[in-house]
């Protein structure tokens, strides 16, 4: 059983739109929240991360929006690319991490 | 400064059959990790490493087996492969906060 729930299992949306994938999780031992992209035919690479201490991060077009009360956390990609057409992950961290399910992205031109 | 290599990165096997998927790391890394990503299931962790001579269970450990005799290495065997172990390998090196994935290797159980 997955201990990151992991939503839409893909999306389309087409050059400049706002692309939007939410992850909620159970356990209050979590205490760091990072999201991984993944290009076809290579290894995941850290995108960016979050503490649960803070409700928002932003790098770049990226944006981790964080509500622990809710135990949801999302991430907003702006202005999307060709480029960001890719499998994203959230994750969390205990001791080890946990994925979840991932969300594949298309971004039209 | 190679980061995290794989080999192979293509195998075929039969059922039954055992074999070592090889990983090493040169960024002295002492936590490393071995995780199978399946289709819609994301990556599921096998084994995991803090250190030389220390290994222990992920999620889904059974069928697999590890060592780490070095900070550099960490092998993962299948012991007797089934249909089941069909999947993308990925082992993984870095600290508590950032893991670094190598390019993955691809397996099928026949």
């Known amino acids: 059983q997955q201990q990151v729930k992991q939503s839409p299992q893909s999306l389309i949306v087409q050059k400049g739109g706002i692309s939007i994938i939410n992850c909620a999780y159970e356990?209050?031992?979590?205490?760091?929240f990072p999201w991984y992209q993944q290009f076809p035919g290579k290894g995941p690479a850290l995108l960016i991360a979050i503490r649960p201490d803070v409700s928002e991060k932003k790098e770049g077009r990226f944006t981790i929006s964080f509500n622990k009360s809710a135990k949801q956390f999302s991430l907003h990609i702006m202005d999307s690319q060709p480029g960001d057409s890719a499998t994203y992950f959230c994750?969390?961290?205990?001791?080890?991490?946990?994925f979840g399910a991932g969300t594949t992205v298309t971004v039209r031109a | 400064n190679a980061g995290v290599t794989q080999t192979p990165k293509f195998q075929v096997l039969k059922t039954g059959q055992s074999m070592t998927l090889q990983c090493a790391q040169d960024m002295n890394h002492e936590y490393m990790s071995w995780y199978r990503q399946d289709p819609g299931m994301g990556l599921r962790l096998i084994h995991y490493?803090?250190?030389?001579?220390?290994?222990d269970q992920g999620e889904v450990p059974n069928g697999y087996n590890v060592s780490r005799s070095t900070t550099e290495d960490f092998p993962l065997r299948l012991l007797s492969a089934a249909p089941s172990q069909t999947s993308v390998y990925f082992c993984?090196?870095?600290?508590?906060?950032?893991?670094?994935f190598g390019p993955g290797t691809r397996l099928t159980v026949t």
């Open positions: 490493s803090v250190g030389a001579g220390i290994t």
């Open positions: 993984a090196s870095g600290e508590w906060d950032e893991q670094y």
């Open positions: 356990n209050t031992a979590f205490d760091y």
């Open positions: 994750a969390a961290i205990d001791y080890k991490l946990s």
